[in-house]
């Protein structure tokens, strides 16, 4: 039994043939617990495949992957932060801070990720990237001053600009490095390290208003990135990293030209059939443009730093040159700042007024305008007076001009047409009689007759304007906040300010409080208060007056009295022009109106009022009746214009962070917002049909951006909105045609390129 279970079992004769397992197992248990020496190459292979192996091992938390998207979490977070610090116009601390935290974070977070996962990296790398997060912090630490010390926003624009350099020279330098790293692939790196330093540039010309070279940078840019990526696509190696990074960074300095050149297919344009320039390329500031409206005459003033005196220029068909004028006199030149000049009516006098200082009394010049026809002899004699820029063609014909300070008191700016009286030989304006005088009155001005006469009497008379139909002068008068006694009767009704010479204020007196233990009665023409008892008699004044919840009269008739606060009394008036019939029309307890302004057809008057935390606009006939508020808001009311219809009128609300532009019929029907500008809106004008309206914005896109101004133009009907020139470039100082054909502006010497020059254009519109 034995036996057969052992033969059973496997007793019998052995197969002695090969086994190949047999012998790779004999092998492996040879080599146990021996350990060759290995290479280095070998040796980085086998940390490379083990290293592969702890990735796949290790939990997606912990994986390059993972580390890599949390700190693009950060640095989109930051830059986030960034963007609602740094708004255009104001700073946001907060913000600014947890972005420039945030930033911070994911750069020292890039050295722990390369710690980590023991990257083949220079030690100047890493350096690079310590000095980065320097950069950072620091930046951080200055917004955090700010919270206790706020900057300026121009310090606040340099440095974040600053900080934006030096994030792209470390960068670029970073990429350089990387660059000697992988030699292998330099050529397809080096196609897009410039196609990155490109992009930065194009950036740059971008925000500085350098539209068309910026969109051609930023399509070179790309191209050359297509191709660094069609050489060598994006693969995970130890170069994806930078080379992803670098991707991003391109293809966001891209964006921003790309969007812009876009919105020429986006952005409505205003039909112009031509742009032509009427004046050659000046290296001062052009300011103040102003079309004489049934002449095609212009003027303009600028500021000659050599000189250090303004000059104004005058444009003319008639002549087809340009004269620069300055005042005969050399020892008043023309001040620095310049109001906008007032052409009258015929286009052959302007006014202006000008001061050193720019919110300084002013004075006022006057211009006279001849065109003449003249002989050559008679044209050379003239050359050496008027500074003409461009020959004249056909027969020579010269402008006859002189300039001349008319008005030498302490003035108010000009600053309306409707100064002039509509014969265009007046105007009136605002002046102190002499230095010592404290109060403005109104005063006449005859150009032709050289001189000027006073019409009214008073205090704060200002803001005078004549009506277009030449028989009544309006002003504002202001009285300042003062204390004083208001009686009313003890249902509040009646209430007024108690007067000593009025009957029936005296007959209310003496006056008993509520608890009779206070009198108050009349002695040698002044107020006394006493006790009932006749004594401690003193003068009534806001020391001595009790408090009471009514006083009683003799007949013991209940009425209220109080010390109260007037507050600014704001009044308008009207006058003729020879000095008579001067009457109050409209009175207002607030703190300021806006400048008054009749209807083009002289049968009403409109004026905004602001009383402090919200505004209005009241709409009056010639004589003040029937006031009536034709719009409310919660806001300040700035600016507002007529429609030459006179059934419209337009007018610009500020808000805290945005400017309107509205418009509203005279019956207070139909309010529309017309357009809501992020900046400054100034010099909007209706065109002659009443339809339209143009106006100058001055406003920051974004952070980097300088302040730009441009012409935009809205129809007052269907809300339609328009940009006179493309991509808005540089515009200013719209004016109108008389029929509405036109438009003049100031504009750089190349409409579409920055240039230190400019010029005055025009815009034929269709």
Not at 312 to 330: K, Q, R, W
Not at 506 to 523: G, R, S, T
Request: hydrophobic share 40%; charged share 25%; glycine share 4%.
């Amino acid at each position: 039994m034995a036996d057969e279970k052992n033969d059973i079992q496997g007793t019998g004769p052995k197969d002695i043939t090969p086994n190949p397992l047999e012998e790779v197992e004999k092998k492996a248990s040879s080599q146990e617990g021996e350990q060759p020496a290995q290479t280095s190459e070998e040796q980085k292979q086998e940390n490379a495949i083990a290293e592969q192996i702890s990735d796949e091992k290790i939990s997606l938390l912990d994986s390059l992957t993972a580390n890599r998207i949390f700190q693009s979490i950060l640095i989109v977070a930051g830059l986030y932060g960034l963007f609602l610090g740094l708004s255009p116009d104001k700073f946001f601390a907060i913000p600014a801070i947890t972005g420039g935290v945030l930033l911070t974070l994911a750069s020292l977070y890039e050295i722990f990720i390369i710690n980590k996962f023991k990257k083949q990296i220079l030690q100047l790398e890493i350096t690079l990237r310590y000095i980065l997060s320097g950069v950072l912090a620091l930046m951080t630490i200055l917004f955090i001053v700010e919270i206790f010390k706020p900057f300026d926003q121009t310090v606040n624009k340099n440095m974040a600009a600053i900080i934006l350099l030096l994030v792209a020279i470390i960068f670029c330098i970073n990429f350089l490095l990387y660059l000697k790293r992988n030699k292998d692939a330099a050529l397809s790196d080096i196609y897009m390290f410039i196609s990155l330093i490109l992009g930065i540039v194009a950036l740059y010309s971008f925000i500085y208003f350098y539209v068309i070279p910026s969109i051609f940078l930023a399509f070179i840019s790309m191209v050359l990135y297509l191709v660094a990526i069609n050489r060598e696509p994006l693969k995970k190696d130890e170069r994806f990293t930078i080379r992803m990074w670098a991707s991003i960074l391109i293809f966001l300095l891209f964006l921003p030209p790309l969007l812009f050149s876009l919105t020429v297919f986006i952005v409505p344009q205003l039909k112009v059939l031509n742009y032509g320039h009427v004046t050659p390329s000046y290296h001062q500031k052009l300011n103040n443009l102003s079309w004489a409206g049934n002449n095609w005459a212009f003027a303009f003033s600028f500021f000659d730093k050599k000189g250090k005196a303004s000059k104004v220029g005058v444009v003319n068909a008639l002549t087809l040159g340009i004269t620069e004028l300055v005042p005969e006199s050399e020892k008043q030149p023309l001040p620095e700042f310049i109001d906008k000049p007032l052409w009258n009516k015929k286009g052959d006098f302007l006014i202006l007024s000008g001061s050193d200082k720019k919110d300084g009394v002013r004075h006022i010049w006057g211009l006279s305008l001849q065109p003449s026809i003249l002989d050559e002899k008679d044209l050379s004699k003239f050359k050496k007076l008027l500074k003409d820029k461009t020959q004249p063609v056909g027969k020579p014909k010269v402008l006859l001009a002189n300039i001349d300070t008319i008005i030498e008191k302490n003035a108010m700016p000009l600053i309306h047409k409707t100064a002039w009286d509509p014969a265009g030989r007046k105007f009136c304006f605002a002046a102190k009689n002499n230095e010592k005088d404290k109060h403005n009155n109104i005063y006449i001005a005859d150009v032709e007759k050289q001189e000027y006469k006073l019409i009214t009497k008073g205090l704060n008379k200002i803001m005078p304007l004549w009506a277009p139909d030449s028989s009544k002068i309006l002003y504002v008068s202001k009285t300042d906040s003062y204390t004083y006694f208001k009686v009313s009767n003890y249902d509040g009704s009646g209430a007024h300010e108690l007067n000593i010479n009025n009957k029936k204020d005296k007959d209310l007196f003496p006056l008993w409080n509520a608890k009779e233990d206070k009198v108050i009665y009349i002695k040698n023409k002044k107020f006394i208060i006493m006790n009932a008892n006749a004594t401690n008699q003193q003068v009534l004044s806001k020391k001595t007056f009790k408090p009471s919840p009514y006083w009683l009269t003799a007949d013991k008739k209940k009425v209220l009295l109080e010390y109260t606060d007037s507050g600014n009394i704001w009044r308008i008036w009207t006058i003729n022009p020879n000095g008579k019939k001067n009457k109050e029309i409209f009175k207002e307890v607030c703190e300021g109106f806006t400048q008054p302004k009749w209807s083009y057809d002289s049968q009403a008057i409109a004026v905004g009022v602001n009383y402090g935390k919200e505004g209005c606009i009241y709409r009056l006939d010639r004589d003040g009746k029937f006031p009536t508020k034709i719009y409310t808001t919660r806001h300040e009311i700035k600016e507002l214009e007529w429609s030459p219809s006179s059934h419209q009128i337009a007018f610009l609300v500020k808000k805290p962070d945005v400017m309107e532009l509205w418009v509203v019929n005279k019956d207070s029907t139909d309010p529309v917002l017309l357009y809501t500008s992020k900046g400054k809106i100034e010099n909007f004008s209706w065109d002659n049909e009443g339809k339209r309206i143009a106006f100058d914005e001055t406003y920051r896109e974004w952070y980097f951006i300088p302040k730009l101004t441009n012409i935009i133009v809205v129809h007052t009907i269907g809300g339609e909105e328009w940009q006179i020139l493309p991509y808005k470039f540089y515009a200013k100082n719209p004016a109108w045609s008389e029929n509405g054909e036109m438009i003049a502006y100031i504009g750089w010497d190349k409409f579409y390129l920055p240039s230190s020059g400019n010029r005055i254009w025009i815009a034929r519109i269709k």
